[in-house]
């Protein structure tokens, strides 16, 4: 058998399977009836460079998944896109000094070399770009229907600024006060941005993971991010003002122990005080305090605040207590107003010692209230639901349920994103451009880095329109959307991706979603993950999905590492897949990535490492081709043999770890171990049966030296073949392989019943030809057994 050369057998195998379009999949025809399809499904790369390791294994996983799936019956859909759009794709233009379109262009037809290169099986006739106007159409048709709905809005509101991008971010971009693309620190302003109004499903959001099987910590992480409490909103009165204040709090009972009222300088209240405050101090003291992040007023040791000379009436006590702003009362919860209770809030208790405030004790050492009028001396538990209910009577207060979830803040000051299909009328108002004026075409500028405000604005040809309701001059929203709008429904757009005349029909969603198994980062948690979630309850409520979950079954890969920290395009630190194939080959670098652990687990990726899985394939090339010479013919039902059982037993392994249990680099230990014991005699009973095993059982991780050595092996298409089937007869082991060690080196191995004793399968161990040549008279000082295993004479 001629020397195993992966690059030539790699390149005619990819050739075959796209003339022949294996894993493309035809749509259904109207009236089919779900049941035998398979939805695979990764989340699409940024078109910001070029694929690393990371998404191999990514992309890796999920190609075993399909052939494993189509192999058991199913008809599996597994498409794939490019997330063009947005800050990534315009960070990577600015820093090679081209345009994005050009770049990102560039890109996608690289990293669709890559893949092809790669072998994985994606069906091409579905492929799908955010930037491209026949998608991002469909973007802005989706936005129209939520501000339709009222679910899409603009307003001023502080917002998370990143002076490095010079953009918005949304809360979920932030890590740990800093951006989560460039790490610079982020500060707050006040702006006009739109929102979607995801908090109207926070409930939602909740109740339904029961619907779906995802990672209990990815739920737990939704769960904290949207934080529900459950307690009472109070209204207190600003009689300078002539308005009422709503606070939320989950300790109505100390309603009586509130001494000042404190609010967040971001507040939308505030503006109105500093007007009518007699402390000039104030408008100050709020603009300083808004440029500091809200992590860092919240750890800071010392709380700061100032009084604004106004006072607000406490609903429970009648009294007026001084209004404070305060830098440690943030709108990130809440309503942004806070009752304050020095005498059992620990920050409180320090502002007020600080600045002299009164302190009262409500609720004393056994929990009962305490100085709390007619509510003193009930326990505090039940007086929380007492005092809601006589203040709920005099208008002054209601159960409630407050959310830390906030809108989602969308709009950016960039260029390259969707734009949002708004103008600015001075007669009508905000008015949404018609449906069949669609897609408003991202235009050209001569200068699309970012200044701080949007780069759109400077296209004046562009930006200035007539009304499409009155025919009067007109602006058009000049900030495009977030990246994550995007991918929000991109996973419905594959399903139908060449309609012209809606996003997509709903009757093929119906039939092909949720998605059966969706792979991606666990660092899309409080992102994509959450906002996809978001989207499909919408659409649903709207009747253009049968569906409220987009995800059936979610797996989070780990990340790739190299140099100690994750492998990443904006870290620098990647290493090029094609690259690597053209060195050792597609299928080593395919397993490899699968092999060197389990694979929702972070990893350190070691080239020397696919060398090691180069010389596997070298190995089962070898003994495939041995083990046909040895036994030309097929075997499909061979006699109960040493290896026939092995292969069995093998089968059920692999077939158990992908398909029950999800894991995917002990398959591969289990098809080593079969290879192993075909090589020790390609010519015993069986070998023809464990070779073709072997193969087969490979073929999800390496298909193109599977297709070959299943080719030469006298069939064809393995692609279309079954998956094969453990026969269970053959599972129960009546003998085993004893393998015989003489001072813990394998000097032979032999056939051994299951009901022999250990004083048995010692003497057989020492009746050895093999052991007793070995021995050559030596006394045998000690024989360790282990059962269904080894003996071991130590000499």
């Keep these: 058998m001629e020397k195993y050369d992966p690059k030539t057998i790699e390149a005619k195998w990819q050739r ?12 259904p025809e109207p009236g089919d009836e779900p049941g ?30 399909t052939h494993f799936k189509r192999r058991q019956g199913l008809q599996v859909l597994r498409p794939m896109g490019y997330d063009s759009f947005g800050l990534p794709a315009e960070n990577a233009a600015i820093k090679e000094g081209g345009h994005p379109r050009e770049i990102v262009e560039a890109n996608i037809a690289r990293i669709g070399t890559q893949m092809r290169r790669l072998g994985w099986a994606i069906d091409w006739d579905r492929v799908i770009a955010a930037h491209e106007p026949g998608y991002y159409r469909w ?17 001023e509101a502080p917002v998370n600024w990143c002076p490095n991008d010079q953009t918005v971010l949304a809360n979920e971009q932030v890590i740990n006060g800093r951006c989560e693309r460039c790490g610079a620190v982020v500060e707050s302003r006040k702006m006009e941005q739109w929102f979607f109004r995801i908090t109207a499903y926070a409930d939602a959001l909740l109740k339904d993971h029961e619907l779906i099987d995802w990672p209990e910590r990815t739920k737990a992480i939704q769960r904290n991010w949207i934080g529900r409490s459950e307690g009472a909103e109070l209204l207190f009165r600003i009689d300078e003002l002539d308005l009422d204040v709503p606070v939320f709090t989950t300790r109505p009972d100390t309603a009586f122990g509130a001494t000042f ?14 007007e009518r405050s007699p402390n000039a101090d104030v408008s100050e003291y709020v603009r300083k305090t808004m440029a500091k992040r809200g992590e860092e007023r919240a750890a800071a040791g010392e709380k700061t605040g100032l009084f604004t000379g106004l006072y607000a009436v406490n ?25 304050a209770v020095p005498g059992h809030d620990e920050r409180d208790g320090e502002f007020a010692q600080r600045h002299g405030l009164p302190i009262r004790e409500v609720v004393d050492e056994d929990g009962v209230l305490v100085n709390s009028g007619q509510f003193s001396g009930l326990p505090a538990e039940e007086a929380q639901q007492a005092i809601v209910e006589w203040l709920g009577e005099r208008g002054r207060g209601r159960p409630a349920v407050s959310f830390r979830l906030r809108d989602w803040g969308f709009s950016r000051q960039r260029y390259w994103g969707c734009p949002i299909p708004i103008v600015y009328c001075e007669r009508c108002g905000v008015v949404a451009v018609p449906e069949e004026d669609l897609p408003v075409v991202l235009p050209e500028v001569e200068d699309y880095r970012p200044k701080g405000k949007p780069p759109l604005a400077s296209n004046e040809e562009w930006l200035n329109v007539p009304c499409p309701s009155c025919g009067g001059p007109a602006v058009r929203e000049a900030d495009t959307m977030d ?12 399903v139908d991706p060449h309609n012209d005349h809606a996003p997509f029909e709903r009757w093929l969603v119906d039939y092909w979603l949720p998605v059966d198994q969706y792979v991606g980062g666990i660092d899309h948690a409080t992102g994509h993950l959450l906002y996809s979630r978001f989207f499909v309850k919408v659409l649903n409520e709207l009747e253009l999905v049968g569906f409220r979950e987009p995800f059936q079954r979610l797996f989070h890969q780990g990340w790739v590492r190299q140099g100690g920290s994750k492998m990443s395009k904006s870290r620098g630190n990647v290493t090029a897949p094609d690259e690597l194939a053209d060195m050792y080959g597609a299928d080593a670098v395919r397993l490899y990535i699968l092999f060197v652990g389990p694979a929702d687990q972070d990893m350190d990726w070691t080239e020397e490492g696919v060398e090691g899985i180069a010389r596997f394939l070298r190995r089962l090339w070898r003994i495939v081709g041995e083990a046909r010479y040895a036994s030309p013919d097929p075997q499909p039902d061979p006699e109960p043999s040493l290896l026939s059982r092995k292969a069995h037993e093998t089968i059920a392994r692999v077939t158990d770890d992908i398909g029950r249990r999800f894991v995917f680099n002990t ?32 073929q999800p991780y390496a298909p193109h030296v599977a297709e070959e050595l299943w080719s030469r092996l006298g069939h064809e298409r393995l692609w279309e073949q079954a998956w094969p089937v453990a026969d269970e007869s053959q599972l129960e082991r009546e003998t085993f392989e004893l ?28 009746a050895s030809e093999k052991v007793q040549a070995q021995l050559d008279g030596q006394e045998v000082r000690q024989a360790i057994v282990v059962p269904g295993k080894l003996v071991n004479l130590v000499v």
């Design 16 to 27: 075959v399977w796209e003339d022949e379009r294996a894993f493309y999949v035809d749509n």
């Design 36 to 65: 035998h399809d398979f939805y695979m499904l990764e989340m699409l790369p940024y078109p910001s460079g070029h694929l690393h390791m990371g998404h191999v294994l990514n992309y890796t996983l999920g190609d075993v998944v």
């Design 139 to 155: 973007t802005q048709w989706l936005f129209l229907k939520f501000f339709e709905k009222g679910l899409a809005y603009r307003k």
């Design 261 to 274: 009222f404190l609010l967040a300088p971001e507040h939308p209240l505030v503006d109105t005080l500093v």
């Design 315 to 339: 609903p429970a006590t009648d009294e007026p207590i001084p209004v404070w702003v305060a830098d440690y009362v943030l709108m990130d919860y809440g309503t942004g107003a806070i009752m």
């Design 483 to 494: 990246t994550f709008v995007d991918s929000s429904w991109y996973f419905l757009r594959y």
């Design 667 to 698: 398959p591969i230990a289990a098809v080593m171990e079969l290879v192993n014991e075909l090589g020790r005699d390609p010519a015993a009973p069986g070998a023809r049966f464990a070779a073709e095993t072997a193969v087969s059982l490979i």
């Design 739 to 766: 393998v015989i060690q003489v001072n813990g080196k394998v000097r032979d191995r032999v056939e051994a019943s299951a009901e022999e004793s250990d004083e048995e399968l010692i003497a057989r161990a020492k």
